[in-house]
């Protein structure tokens, strides 16, 4: 063995190509294996990142969400609009998801991508119905209207602002736990004796209007519904929990008086 120094290399410029070479091969290896640990990342890893989105979530919407009283309200004068989502959603978005979709869109694709984004969107979502059952929330008519839409932003959200690779959104937008938020407020709006059923017509271009507003008062454009013809309201468990947290009319005329 000939010890390699720089007065070696200077007077045998072949054996400083071929270490060079030696050297670029040696790192290309270890930059291949090193990305291939990131497309393969372990599921304890990344089964990590939900339940940590998850106590997140509880905390940001325990700081942010309306108060039980705000979703009391009824009519125009509600101060609710429907046509847009609540302002606590942006923030939602933006403390327990976007840092989370942009970190894995910036440095991992594929199958982890898809992965991660999924955990972090089931975990956010199921924590927001965890929250409200929590609380036990009453919801007036309008008050269902308003949580139908911050349900939906969540979809568009991930529709057009998010910068997932194309199989891994539309993964992501096709989670039970959207249909199921979605199905939740279809719950709250629902009326006594309506029947669920599959093969039903699909709610895909009905327009949610509170029955007490007028023509110009705020209305929802359902849009975000597969279609398929299975109601929302199906991917809901425990659906009578849900019921039971409309707004009764005597209670609606108490505290309107």
Same mark, same amino acid.
């Given at each position: 063995n000939v010890l390699v120094t720089a007065q070696v $290399?200077?007077?045998? =410029? %072949?054996? $400083?190509?071929r270490l060079s070479a030696l050297l670029r091969q040696m /790192?290309?290896? +270890? !930059? #291949?294996?090193? $990305? &291939?640990k990131l497309t393969v990342m372990p599921e304890d890893l990344i089964g990590a990142v939900g339940p940590v989105a998850q106590t997140l979530s509880l905390a940001t919407l325990q700081s942010y969400m309306p108060p039980a009283s705000h979703w009391r309200r009824v009519g =125009?004068?509600? *101060?609710?609009? =429907? +046509? &847009?989502p609540s302002p606590y959603v942006r923030v939602f978005i933006e403390r327990v998801m976007e840092p989370v979709i942009s970190a894995v869109v910036e440095f991992?694709? *594929?199958?982890? #991508? @898809?992965? %991660? *984004? &999924?955990q972090v969107v #089931?975990?956010? /979502?199921?924590?927001?119905?965890e929250f409200i059952l929590e609380k036990q929330i009453h919801f007036s008519e309008w008050g269902a209207v308003q949580l139908l839409r911050d349900f939906m932003s969540i979809r568009d959200w991930i529709r057009t602002e998010t910068q997932l690779d194309?199989?891994?959104? &539309?993964?992501?937008? #096709?989670?039970?736990i959207l249909k199921r938020c979605e199905g939740v407020a279809y719950l709250l709006l629902r009326s006594p004796g309506d029947v669920l059923g599959v093969g039903k017509p699909s709610r895909k271009n009905r327009r949610v209007v509170p029955s007490d507003s007028a023509e110009s008062s705020p209305s929802v454009s359902v849009t975000s519904i597969t279609e398929d013809d299975i109601p929302p309201e199906m991917y809901v468990p425990n659906q009578q929990m849900w019921? +039971?947290?409309? !707004?009764?009319?005597?209670? $609606?005329?108490?505290?309107? @008086?």
């Amino acid at each position: 063995n000939v010890l390699v120094t720089a007065q070696v $290399l200077v007077e045998n =410029p %072949i054996t $400083l190509v071929r270490l060079s070479a030696l050297l670029r091969q040696m /790192c290309s290896e +270890d !930059l #291949q294996a090193t $990305l &291939k640990k990131l497309t393969v990342m372990p599921e304890d890893l990344i089964g990590a990142v939900g339940p940590v989105a998850q106590t997140l979530s509880l905390a940001t919407l325990q700081s942010y969400m309306p108060p039980a009283s705000h979703w009391r309200r009824v009519g =125009p004068a509600s *101060g609710l609009d =429907p +046509d &847009k989502p609540s302002p606590y959603v942006r923030v939602f978005i933006e403390r327990v998801m976007e840092p989370v979709i942009s970190a894995v869109v910036e440095f991992v694709r *594929g199958p982890v #991508q @898809e992965a %991660i *984004g &999924k955990q972090v969107v #089931q975990a956010a /979502c199921e924590a927001w119905l965890e929250f409200i059952l929590e609380k036990q929330i009453h919801f007036s008519e309008w008050g269902a209207v308003q949580l139908l839409r911050d349900f939906m932003s969540i979809r568009d959200w991930i529709r057009t602002e998010t910068q997932l690779d194309t199989e891994a959104r &539309k993964s992501v937008l #096709q989670l039970e736990i959207l249909k199921r938020c979605e199905g939740v407020a279809y719950l709250l709006l629902r009326s006594p004796g309506d029947v669920l059923g599959v093969g039903k017509p699909s709610r895909k271009n009905r327009r949610v209007v509170p029955s007490d507003s007028a023509e110009s008062s705020p209305s929802v454009s359902v849009t975000s519904i597969t279609e398929d013809d299975i109601p929302p309201e199906m991917y809901v468990p425990n659906q009578q929990m849900w019921l +039971d947290l409309r !707004l009764r009319p005597s209670f $609606l005329s108490s505290c309107c @008086e």
